[in-house]
């Protein structure tokens, strides 16, 4: 795998801890941010907010692409981006927090679900969490997607994928047959490359990660799901798996950077 880093990391004294705390204090009422509603499954974000801090300055004009439910948007504002976010809800509960100078956010159209409200070359980085594989479920492509993305990055501006599950995951496989709930559309490594070829992006980091389960045990005690001890115990054996059998972990990320024609 390509794991290059950016030539430029920054350095952010934003808070994990303390916005992970926030984040599932808000979950307390809003059902919507299901990720939040215990400690384990609130850390699957350590990593990727760990690695998002590495590429991203605090002055970056960052897009939250495909906001959901606001809490990468608020993470991102907390990061001291100017963060935008976009998507086809009403504003999320938890942005209506967020001050307007801090904050914007876009409401898509149904009908062109691909096409992106702003002017080329308008940010420094679009994140997707969980969003570019659903692209073709609501009449889209990946590539038109990606396209579009690039149309609004500025020259050398970066592309954050996370979330993007893998085609060999053991999670996948056993919720295919269970008949759970599983994503319709899976990717490998190879296809991810092809992906960044056919737009015009270059790859600077793609991982593998999250071999164990964490939004499934919000039925456990709320002691336990909630403990510090355990949790870190879990992140330590999860990430253990992860790397001793990475082949089947959940989920891709990767960092892509718009490559100058």
């Given at each position: 795998m390509n794991k290059r880093k950016s030539s430029k990391i920054y350095r952010n004294n934003i808070n994990l801890d303390a916005t992970i705390s926030d984040l599932m204090q808000f979950a307390k009422t809003d059902q919507s941010l299901h990720q939040f509603q215990t400690q384990i499954s609130a850390h699957q974000y350590r990593k990727i907010y760990h690695l998002f801090l590495q590429y991203l300055n605090p002055n970056m004009k960052v897009l939250d692409w495909g906001t959901g439910n606001g809490h990468f948007s608020y993470f991102l504002v907390k990061a001291g981006c100017q963060t935008s976010g976009y998507g086809f809800e009403d504003l999320p509960p938890i942005c209506q927090s967020l001050s307007p100078d801090q904050y914007t956010y876009y409401q898509g159209n149904w009908s062109d679900p691909t096409k992106l409200p702003f002017t080329d070359e308008f940010f420094d980085a679009v994140s997707s969490i969980g969003v570019l594989e659903h692209v073709?479920?609501?009449?889209?492509?990946?590539?038109?997607?990606?396209?579009?993305?690039?149309?609004?990055?500025?020259?050398?501006?970066?592309?954050?994928?996370?979330?993007?599950?893998?085609?060999?995951?053991?999670?996948?496989?056993?919720?295919?047959?269970?008949?759970?709930?599983?994503?319709?559309y899976c990717y490998t490594e190879r296809e991810i490359y092809e992906l960044a070829r056919l737009t015009h992006f270059q790859v600077l980091n793609l991982q593998r990660y999250a071999f164990l389960p964490r939004n499934i045990w919000r039925k456990l005690p709320r002691k336990l799901v909630n403990s510090g001890i355990f949790t870190n115990l879990y992140d330590s054996v999860d990430l253990f798996l992860s790397i001793a059998f990475s082949h089947w972990c959940q989920n891709y990320l990767f960092i892509a950077q718009k490559s100058v024609l």
């Open positions: 073709r479920e609501t009449g889209g492509t990946e590539v038109d997607s990606l396209n579009e993305i690039r149309r609004i990055l500025k020259p050398n501006g970066l592309f954050l994928c996370v979330h993007f599950p893998n085609r060999y995951s053991w999670i996948e496989y056993a919720a295919r047959k269970m008949k759970k709930w599983s994503h319709e």
